[in-house]
């Protein structure tokens, strides 16, 4: 790995829900969240959160950001908009949570997964529902999102919620299906990661 970018998945969302169903999907894809991310809001600055990407044994990386409902660029997307950018990660994609309705924030999003797991070109609601505007999402943790250079964002609900849909014990299936998205969609190979798993 030594050389090698990172490679990394973005979430907008660090709360302990959030944590909880990233920590199932990640084991379950061969890959790691970084656990240490976590916070409403997020604790750890971006160059803090880059030199603990760098310690994971092995990719893809699913790393949390929380603003905590702050209008305007909050810690969690200073933290983000840093690890965006920085020379040794490569971003597959970003998973846009949504929050409460009409919240001031909102971005653009490639396609969503609502509560049901169907993909659509509507935004969808912290509830996982979809709404009429197609390719938009309002969120807390969203501002900087449009700004930013990466392959695919896709929108969810809340994570770990959605009235039950997402809930962890159920394996976080739309969460899930989200990373698998981004990984499908990168062209990224995580057969190398699931022997290395399996060997150690």
């Known amino acids: 790995m030594e050389g090698a970018k990172r490679r990394v998945i973005l979430i907008t969302d660090g709360d302990k829900y959030a944590r909880k169903s990233l920590e199932i999907v990640a084991k379950e894809i061969g890959g790691r969240c970084l656990s240490v991310s976590n916070g409403n809001p997020s604790r750890l600055d971006g160059s803090t959160i880059v030199k603990q990407i760098k310690k994971v044994v092995y990719d ?51 396609v969503c997964i609502d509560r049901d797991g169907e993909i659509t070109a509507n935004g969808v609601d912290k509830y996982g529902i979809q709404e009429l505007e197609v390719g938009k999402l309002y969120g807390d943790t969203v501002y900087c999102l449009d700004e930013l250079n990466v392959p695919l964002i896709v929108g969810i609900g809340d994570i770990g919620k959605m009235a039950g849909k997402d809930h962890f014990e159920k394996g976080s299936p739309i969460t899930r299906k989200a990373v698998e998205l981004i990984l499908e969609r990168s062209g990224y190979d995580g057969g190398r990661n699931k022997r290395q798993k399996t060997d150690s």
């Open 60 to 110: 893809p990386v699913l790393v949390m950001f929380d603003d905590s409902g702050f209008i305007g660029e909050g810690a969690g997307e200073k933290a983000l908009r840093y690890v965006a950018a920085h020379e040794d990660i490569e971003i597959l994609g970003i998973i846009a949570v949504a929050s409460n309705p009409r919240h001031e924030e909102w971005t653009k999003v490639d």
